[in-house]
């Protein structure tokens, strides 16, 4: 495992993540794209707990996919399968014509989904692995 590589992963969900604050905070909303960047910000914090694991993920957006290798490392991941499946709708079809409706609503909870897993102890715990290499 390279401390490096998650690092990445984890700064570029960060970065997918306050996008998605940025453009919750515009005055015209594009509710899709502030759930897709969720989504993609959901999808690369569990690539980077997979990477951490000597797992080389499989390139796709499916969170329920990447979330089911998670589980099968730490069953604690099954408490964020509630967050993991509703945006998993965002991760990609959402950037072709319109498949779904999305709403402040649907922003909210996405958002606050993205909290939830940036601060889900598996996550937050790799921020301090290159403290703790040094």
Known sequence: MNIDDVMEWLEIADNDFDSAILLN?????????ICYHCAQAIEKYLK???????????????????????????????????????LNKFSNDIRYPHKYQTNESDVNYSINAVKKIKEFKLIDDLRNLKNNDN
């Open 25 to 33: 905070e515009a005055a015209r909303k594009h509710y899709e794209i």
């Open 48 to 86: 980077a707990y997979l990477i951490f694991n000597n797992i080389i993920p499989k390139k796709t957006h499916d969170l329920r996919f990447l979330l089911n290798n998670c589980i099968e490392i730490n069953k604690d991941f099954e408490n964020i399968i509630t967050e993991c499946t509703y």
